[in-house]
């Protein structure tokens, strides 16, 4: 059977005179066929012995600015101006974003909007008697009626496009002005003029600020339902011709407007 050896909590027990007789004969024991375990307990006696005269003396200690109660101070005021700079800078990236998200957003919204929506929704309402004013959201929110006469509608024009194409007169090519509207859109006043045969078939010019930014049209033309649209842009206007895609007098009075 083996005996049972001193554990190193017997040992610093040993050294710190905390057991009792039998005990500390038994270590003592162990200890005098174990001469490298004394050479290690002496060891731990000297480095008790230093801690103890350290501690005795603590005026001797060398200086440790870190604990200095003045520099623990500045350590956490420092770390108080990092963290609310970052914060800073977290809250302006996330305002830039935002900001940015939305410019961003309001441009697309522009750029996947239909080129002259607003020219058509103004035949649709001014060709249909039953139609309603446009709700406020539309491209215009009010219309301003006036009589289809040339010069009313002339005077219109010098008034509010003194700079832009003045809506020709096409009685000679059979086509009478039927109406007249100045419209108010959220760039500044736009107008319509609508002119029809003597067999119904209606056609219209229209013309509006370039919008945001002096957006200029590349000249085109496309069809919504019914109705075609032939657009462009010319000094400091956009102008459309609304009409049936088969009406022959689209091109003849685009024709005219773009060569005046």
């Not at 174990?34 to 012995?49: F, I, Y």
Request: cysteine-free; overall charge negative; aromatic content about 8%.
């Amino acid at each position: 059977m083996n005996p049972r050896h001193p554990t190193e909590s017997d040992l610093h027990a040993y050294l710190d005179n905390q057991l009792g007789a039998e005990e500390r004969q038994w270590v003592e024991d162990y200890l005098a066929i174990n001469p490298h375990v004394v050479t290690e307990l002496d060891g731990w006696r000297q480095d008790a012995q230093r801690l103890r005269a350290a501690f005795a003396n603590p005026q001797q200690w060398a200086t440790n600015h870190t604990l200095d109660p003045s520099r623990i101070r500045q350590r956490q005021r420092s770390r108080q101006r990092t963290h609310l700079a970052a914060a800073a800078v977290l809250v302006m990236a996330l305002g830039v974003g935002l900001v940015g998200g939305w410019q961003t957003h309001d441009m697309m919204t522009v750029d996947q909007a239909p080129p002259m929506q607003d020219a058509l929704q103004a035949y649709r309402l001014f060709t249909d008697s039953s139609a309603a004013i446009l709700d406020p959201s539309g491209s215009f929110d009010g219309v301003a009626p006036v009589a289809g006469n040339n010069e009313q509608v002339n005077r219109l024009f010098q008034t509010y496009f003194s700079d832009g194409v003045m809506p020709p007169d096409l009685a000679a090519a059979g086509l009478q002005m039927a109406d007249a509207r100045l419209l108010a859109t959220e760039q500044g006043p736009a107008a319509m003029v609508l002119y029809h045969d003597q067999h119904g078939s209606q056609i219209m010019m229209y013309i509006r600020p370039p919008g945001a930014g002096n957006h200029q049209l590349d000249p085109g033309k496309r069809i919504d339902g019914q109705l075609l649209a032939q657009y462009w842009s010319q000094g400091n206007y956009n102008y459309a011709i609304v009409s049936q895609p088969s009406d022959p007098n689209a091109d003849m009075l685009m024709s005219l407007l773009r060569n005046s």
